[in-house]
């Protein structure tokens, strides 16, 4: 093979890259991993914002790769930060000698694939092309940021910065009048911060967050202790579970427990701080009842937290269920808001008119600031693909056939796209799990498949388009017997203008998820089309 010609070229450095790399590589393929930021680590590396972090704890939100790198790397705390998670991607890189096979600063712009060939062409923002048999899209889900329609905002003439891509060399806010926009996690990580060091901070907000304690403290020798000598078994059962963790489920309903029991149930987790609160009843995420009442119990403790009742009223999210947008974890969030230097500006009241030159004109005031922060998100899901100009099976655009929405088998494969393969998108678990591990499981499949195809002689893969079909009314009928799709969330598109409302993610669980993709190739590619050379 000449030196652009790869077996399978990997789009992206985060953790489904680089887990993609790893296997690949040890299967003995011919693989190039393409990354348009000038380092590994994807959204890690982009969302450089004051107190980014992740909110899945960080013993769990690794991969599972080797025993040596679970072994020599040490979690300091509960959540880590992005730093930390920084320092962790690239131990792993470097640990596992994954350099030689990465290529930074170079952006796949155009994919294209040759029927008679059965080759994908990439053409990169370097004005390099590659060709490869099989594309693994380890794109991310929150890696195309989006700057919102305002009406001239491009007029203003201080600084203004996106949080998911926030300068490599900070930004000194000190004495600076700020205005922040949005309300999602970013937003409640970092607003506590800016505040520190701005003189005012207006936060500008359209919904209100579910914010819950994280709870973020340094870990103890024996929590890691444990954690390393217990990690093959605890990654077993997460690999069995709903979610990719072995954060442990109520099994029992809201309506078969008193009323005491519940309330110790939501106390006791509330008080854990994190995620879990989701599993305080079984039926949480699907009877409107029972999570009415794990969200009035956050309501109430959001409230206690504010001073100001108004602010404190401004801040409740009262029109949509608990967990249907992405809860956001809190490390002196709410606190932050009885600070004289902070005002909350309810955007449902008096919304945005307009930037100006000078700052932020709503219908009933001006917000005069010297830098806005736009903590405003991401097109999520089907962004990070679509911002690429994909070509299928006879030209066929990517951006055409999801005008809709997106369409997947198994959340992998797309019609008329032979041997493209996506990992955490659309269609599959995702980000309603602990990410990483999903990851590895879908990686674990997308590569067995590979080596199907090389030990069978397939020269392409492609998703038959009534087994799309049947697992998108799938996914539909799995989020459609949850309360997901009543939420207005980044899983819905419903943050983007235009976009197509349509839950994205499959709501079944990664073990049921798992075996649906097993079952499928233990029966000779059920759904697939393998055409043999
Ligand atoms: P999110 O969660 O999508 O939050 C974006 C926020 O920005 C959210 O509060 C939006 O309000 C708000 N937003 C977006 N556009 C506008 C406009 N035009 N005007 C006012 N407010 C706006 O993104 P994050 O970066 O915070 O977090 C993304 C994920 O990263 C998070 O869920 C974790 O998984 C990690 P809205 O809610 O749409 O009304």
């Not at 991607?89 to 596992?96: D, H, I, T």
């Not at 195309?144 to 806010?173: C, M, N, Q």
């Not at 219908?363 to 736009?374: A, G, H, L, P």
């Not at 998820?513 to 097993?518: D, G, M, S, V």
Request: glycine share 8%.
């Amino acid at each position: 093979m000449a030196d652009n010609e790869f077996d399978v070229i990997v789009v992206g450095a985060g953790f489904s890259g680089l887990c993609s790399l790893y296997k690949l590589r040890q299967k003995g393929f011919k693989v190039r991993l393409i990354e348009a930021a000038p380092s590994v680590g994807g959204v890690w590396f982009w969302n450089r914002y004051p107190g980014a972090a992740c909110d899945v704890e960080s013993i769990e939100y690794n991969l599972n790769l080797s025993d040596d790198l679970t072994r020599e790397w040490t979690w300091t705390r509960r959540y880590a930060d992005r730093d930390e998670l920084m320092r962790y991607m690239n131990f792993v890189v470097e640990k596992l000698a994954l350099a030689p096979d990465i290529q930074l600063n170079t952006r796949v712009e155009a994919m294209n694939f040759d029927d008679g060939e059965a080759r994908w062409t990439l053409k990169t923002s370097t004005g390099e092309s590659f060709t490869a048999k099989s594309c693994i899209m380890a794109t991310g889900c929150l890696s195309a940021s989006v700057l919102p329609r305002i009406e001239g905002r491009e007029s203003f003439k201080g600084d203004w910065y996106h949080t998911a891509d926030w300068p490599l060399e900070g930004v000194d806010l000190t004495g600076k009048r700020v205005g922040l926009i949005g309300t999602g996690s970013s937003g409640v990580q970092s607003i506590p911060i800016i505040a520190e060091q701005a003189s005012q901070l207006y936060v500008f907000q359209r919904t209100p967050a579910y914010v819950l304690p994280a709870r973020n403290r340094a870990l103890s020798d024996q929590e890691i202790e444990e954690a390393k000598r217990d990690y093959r078994q605890k990654r077993a059962r997460a690999y069995e579970s709903y979610g990719g963790t072995v954060a442990e489920f109520n099994e029992r309903p809201a309506s078969m427990m008193t009323a005491e029991e519940r309330e110790a149930e939501v106390n006791n987790r509330y008080d854990q701080g994190g995620f879990s609160y989701l599993m305080s009843f079984a039926d949480l995420l699907t009877n409107k009842d029972s999570n009415e009442i794990a969200a009035e119990f956050v309501r109430n403790k959001m409230r206690s937290l504010v001073n100001d009742p108004e602010t404190a009223e401004s801040l409740m999210p009262k029109d949509y269920p608990i967990g249907t947008k992405r809860l956001c974890l809190d490390t002196n969030y709410l606190e932050t808001y009885n600070r004289p230097n902070v005002k909350l500006v309810d955007l449902r009241k008096t919304p945005i008119v307009q930037i100006d030159d000078a700052g932020i004109v709503c219908s009933n005031d001006r917000y005069d600031v010297d830098v806005i922060v736009f903590a405003t998100g991401f097109d999520a899901l089907t962004g990070p693909l679509l911002r690429i100009d994909i070509r299928g099976t006879n030209g066929v655009s990517l951006r055409d056939e999801w005008q809709a929405g997106p369409l997947t088998y198994l959340g992998t494969c797309v019609a008329g796209f032979p041997n493209m393969f996506i990992i955490a998108g659309p269609g599959s678990p995702s980000v309603l799990t602990n990410v990483p591990v999903a990851v590895e499981q879908q990686t674990d499949w997308v590569i067995k498949t590979l080596e199907y195809m090389r030990a069978n002689g397939v020269k392409s893969v492609d998703a038959q388009p009534n087994a799309v079909a049947e697992w998108m009314a799938h996914v539909h009928d799995v989020a459609h017997h949850t309360l997901f799709p009543e939420g207005n969330s980044w899983y819905m598109g419903a943050n983007i203008e235009g976009k197509t409302r349509v839950f994205m993610l499959y709501a079944g669980g990664l073990a049921p998820f798992t075996q649906r993709c097993e079952a499928a190739s233990a029966d000779g590619y059920r759904g697939f089309n393998l055409v043999t050379a």
